[in-house]
């Protein structure tokens, strides 16, 4: 073979070669991605002491002014769920939801700021794949702190209140409800972070978005007209609010089921994860 014979010949084709990348080395890379940041790890230890402290604080002021309640409403104080509403805290659930919702924004739109997804779908053209196993590592991730926070949460407030004997066991009507809605949540926030991170690729309006889906738009639905009640009903924090309500809370004027909260739940969780990996999949780098 001559000098230009071989420098004209085709490159070999090396794709039969080469091992393709199987589906827990996708797991393990994305593990080793999440983790690779120290700020991934201040996060959701800042998270952690926030959510916590929220929920301890609160019953911790229970228990200062316990003796400032007249009877009535010290021996009403368990009876109305009370306790519960301590255990875990609208303001504190507002702070998980947006903290996990930006990590799981910025764990895709990290990649795209700094060329790192094109690094990573030139290595593995299955995009699918891709958004696959960064979703599953980000839910178990999120799932596993989620329950930790949520349970930690229940445990330090219910050890405030039991020096006011007013403290309630996972036993308790509604207890084991509310923490596994409040653990769930953690998961819930984060797909729909990564969704909306992947469809809008922008850090900040990334973060912004999720203010506005999660956080903002729960507070603009009213539930005092029916159309707005069923929308406001469609949104993972509304869902939320159901399933920590306690049973003997007042009527509403739409009511809606403990059921129909978990659907909610179980919806954005599918519904984030197949609009992250058609957003990734269909758009140009």
């Known amino acids: ?3 230009a014979q071989a ?3 085709p490159p070999a084709r090396m794709t039969d070669d080469e091992p393709r990348a199987r589906f827990r080395d996708l797991l393990a890379a994305e593990w080793l991605k999440t983790w690779s940041l120290r700020s991934t790890s201040w996060m959701y230890a800042i998270t952690a002491l926030a959510v916590i402290g929220f929920n301890a604080g609160t019953a911790y002021d229970h228990y200062k002014y316990w003796y400032q309640y007249d009877d009535r409403g010290r021996e009403s104080f368990v009876a109305n769920g009370s306790p519960l509403m301590d255990a875990f805290t609208g303001n504190a659930a507002m702070v998980l939801v947006l903290a996990v919702a930006a990590i799981g924004a910025v764990s895709i739109t990290g990649e795209y700021g700094t060329g790192l ?3 990573t779908f030139t290595a593995v053209p299955a995009r699918r794949s891709v958004m696959a196993a960064k979703a599953l590592v980000l839910t178990a991730v999120t799932t596993l702190f989620g329950a930790l926070v949520a349970l930690a949460s229940f445990v330090s407030t219910q050890a405030i209140l039991s020096g006011r004997d007013a403290s309630v066991t996972l036993g308790h009507p509604g207890a084991l409800r ?3 809605a409040s653990a769930l949540l953690a998961p819930v926030a984060a797909l729909a972070g990564l969704a909306i991170g992947a469809v809008i690729r922008h850090t900040g ?8 889906v999660l956080l903002l738009l729960p507070m603009v639905l009213s539930d005092r007209r029916h159309l ?3 929308l406001q009903h469609t949104l993972p924090f509304s869902a939320w609010e159901r399933l920590s309500a306690s049973d003997l809370h007042a009527p509403v004027l739409y009511p809606w089921t403990v059921s129909g909260a978990w659907t909610v739940y179980v919806a954005w969780a599918l519904l984030a994860g197949v609009v992250a990996t058609v957003a ?5 780098q």
């Open 7 to 9: 420098m004209t010949a």
């Open 117 to 119: 997804i094109r690094t």
């Open 178 to 180: 509310l923490v596994v």
């Open 228 to 230: 707005t009640a069923v």
């Open 205 to 212: 309006g990334a973060v912004i978005g999720c203010v506005v």
């Open 1 to 3: 073979m001559t000098t």
């Open 280 to 284: 990734v999949h269909r758009r140009d």
